[in-house]
């Protein structure tokens, strides 16, 4: 197993254990937007997030939203609205302003 798959692994086991720690994490990623690379940390801190709650299937579901848009918004590549991360967020039992 990579470094990289064993720390996302040990991330998303963390979110799913502890409610506060998702919150903290997100909020985390969320505080360093502004940063460099802090665009990309925020994309994979929502991925973490929403593997922990379910994966991008079920997220997608709760969400609204087909699995295929949300994969696409949440690559490192991805530039979602505001919209979809609200809903997002949303759909894993946060609420967006709680993380900012």
Known sequence: MSRSRSHDETVIKMIRDDPGFAEA???SAFAELDEEGGE??????LRHLVEAK???STVADQAG???ESLYRA???NG???LRTMK???HATGLKF???A
């Open 87 to 89: 809903r997002v967020v």
């Open 54 to 56: 379910g994966g991008m």
């Open 65 to 67: 939203l087909s699995r």
């Open 74 to 76: 949440l690559s490192p």
């Open 97 to 99: 302003g709680a993380i």
């Open 79 to 81: 530039n979602p609205t």
């Open 40 to 45: 990309t940390g925020f994309l994979l801190a």
């Open 25 to 27: 994490y997100l909020h």
